[in-house]
């Protein structure tokens, strides 16, 4: 592996995002391309991360460190990705449904979606159906992903999924949802495709979604 992937993956993992940017520089300098730069640095990152947050060696303010480091690479790799069409892996909509303001755990699923290599369009919190909808109808997603912290917004979740069928677009997205209230069990009741217990386990139920896996 190239020093510039290795420097960039294990400035990720340390949650560096003042490092980050300039080492983007110096590997575009050095000739790598935007994608080489995510899949062999930013992407490498991101995925030790979840090993160890999965493992209980990171936690999660160490975690959104991480995100905001992937984050400070892909800002100026984003402009530079589009313009060589590169392909991502798809593309997804997330947001918290009506009635819940939270949206850090959010937030999270969206940065570590997005250093898989997802197109992720995220639509913030307290969002009713028809936001949902709007979005599916706007941005043509793959997957949309709903979360929800409170049990008395954990039902919203089935309003949102039932309201999507009822536009005729539930056949062309996988439902994933998540939050502390919400499990398997729930998903499957409420008809979504899949459960992400964390931000790592959504981020690899994404890649699943697409073959990616």
Same mark, same amino acid.
């Given at each position: 592996?190239?020093?510039?992937?290795?420097?960039?993956?294990?400035?990720?993992?340390? @949650?560096?995002?003042?490092?980050?940017?300039?080492?983007? %520089?110096?590997?575009?300098?050095?000739?790598?391309?935007?994608?080489?730069?995510?899949?062999?640095?930013?992407?490498?990152?991101?995925?030790?991360?979840? $090993?160890?947050?999965?493992?209980?060696?990171?936690? $999660? =303010?160490?975690?959104?460190?991480?995100?905001?480091?992937?984050? *400070?690479?892909?800002?100026?790799?984003? =402009?530079?990705?589009?313009?060589?069409?590169?392909?991502?892996?798809?593309?997804? +909509?997330?947001?918290? +449904?009506?009635?819940?303001?939270?949206?850090?755990?959010?937030?999270? +699923?969206? #940065?570590?979606?997005?250093?898989?290599?997802?197109? !992720? $369009?995220?639509? @913030?919190?307290?969002?009713?159906?028809?936001?949902?909808?709007?979005?599916?109808?706007?941005? %043509?997603?793959?997957? +949309?992903? #709903?979360?929800?912290?409170?049990?008395?917004?954990?039902?919203? #979740?089935?309003?949102?999924?039932?309201?999507?069928?009822?536009? @005729?677009?539930?056949? %062309? !997205?996988?439902?994933?949802?998540?939050?502390? =209230? !919400?499990?398997?069990?729930?998903?499957?009741?409420?008809?979504?495709?899949?459960?992400?217990?964390?931000?790592?386990?959504?981020?690899?139920? *994404?890649?699943?979604?697409?073959?990616?896996?």
């Amino acid at each position: 592996m190239s020093t510039i992937y290795e420097k960039l993956a294990t400035t990720v993992l340390e @949650g560096n995002s003042d490092k980050v940017p300039g080492l983007i %520089q110096k590997g575009l300098d050095e000739g790598k391309t935007a994608k080489e730069l995510l899949d062999n640095g930013l992407v490498v990152g991101m995925d030790e991360v979840g $090993v160890r947050f999965k493992r209980g060696d990171m936690f $999660v =303010p160490e975690v959104l460190m991480s995100a905001e480091a992937m984050k *400070a690479g892909m800002d100026p790799l984003r =402009p530079l990705l589009a313009e060589a069409e590169e392909e991502m892996l798809g593309t997804i +909509v997330l947001g918290t +449904v009506e009635g819940d303001l939270h949206d850090i755990g959010k937030n999270l +699923v969206a #940065m570590m979606c997005e250093g898989a290599g997802f197109d !992720v $369009v995220n639509i @913030g919190f307290d969002k009713p159906p028809e936001a949902f909808i709007d979005a599916i109808k706007e941005h %043509q997603p793959d997957i +949309v992903g #709903m979360s929800a912290l409170l049990t008395t917004t954990m039902r919203a #979740m089935g309003h949102t999924i039932k309201a999507i069928e009822e536009a @005729g677009l539930r056949d %062309q !997205v996988k439902i994933m949802v998540g939050g502390a =209230p !919400v499990d398997a069990e729930f998903a499957d009741r409420i008809g979504a495709d899949g459960y992400g217990s964390n931000a790592p386990s959504a981020s690899d139920l *994404a890649k699943e979604f697409v073959g990616a896996a």
